[in-house]
């Protein structure tokens, strides 16, 4: 299975991505079971467990994915490695929040495939890109990598240079909007930059 990151995702991946889940009424299921999990799920030493059975629930396969193959299993979910727009000069004048990828990224999501989307009692879906964050990078992979214990990399005991949740946290406030929040980043967690952001993280630091 081919994984795809953001910027080289086929078109025809993008679209059923984009349409998919919530044309069958599936999405729902996903973001009420992350939302519904207990805070020590989401926070602290459980955080890498849950999140990987979330993932990869399913014989090592993605619950968006498999929901998807029964339908056309020839696509996949892509992930986002924001390394590469940490490493812009600018990294808010990145391609990914534009009309073809996810939309723009300032104020209320008015273009793209999720334009005027409704993220229910947290309003329309909205962001604002840039803030007071930062992206992945490659020194915090490293950082996190030479670590061998959990409680090296994992609120209450990591420190700061070392704190996975710190890191996974960045992107999440970077975009801004319902990204920012514990509970409503799930409401667009089926939808681009939340799931793409966790299967990254799934990629890289989460053994198979």
């Known amino acids: 299975m081919v994984r795809w990151e953001d910027y080289n995702i086929t078109k025809k991946d993008k679209d059923f991505v984009n349409d998919i889940l919530d044309s069958n009424g599936q999405y729902d299921t996903f973001a009420n079971l992350h939302t519904g999990v207990s805070a020590s799920a989401r926070v602290g030493p459980n ?7 979330y993932l990869v629930l399913y ?18 979910l892509p992930y986002w490695d924001s390394r590469l727009d940490y490493a812009m000069s600018g990294p808010a004048t990145t391609i990914l929040f534009s009309t073809y990828f996810f939309g723009n990224g300032f104020g209320l999501v008015t273009t793209g495939p999720f334009a005027n989307w409704d993220a229910g009692s947290f309003g329309k879906l909205r962001r604002n890109i840039g803030g007071d964050s930062k992206l ?9 990598l030479k670590r061998c214990k959990t409680s090296e990399i994992t609120f209450p005991t990591a420190t700061l240079k070392t704190d996975f949740e710190y890191f996974h946290g960045g992107p999440h406030n970077w975009v801004g909007g319902q990204m920012s929040g514990l509970d409503s ?7 681009g930059f939340a799931s793409a952001n966790q299967l990254n993280v799934n990629r890289r630091l989460i053994p198979s």
């Open 47 to 53: 955080v890498l467990g849950w999140h990987r059975v």
């Open 59 to 76: 014989g090592r396969r993605i619950l968006f994915e498999v929901a998807m193959r029964k339908i056309d299993n020839t696509v996949s």
């Open 136 to 144: 992945f990078s490659r020194d915090d992979i490293r950082a996190v």
């Open 185 to 191: 980043s799930s409401t667009a967690y089926g939808k």
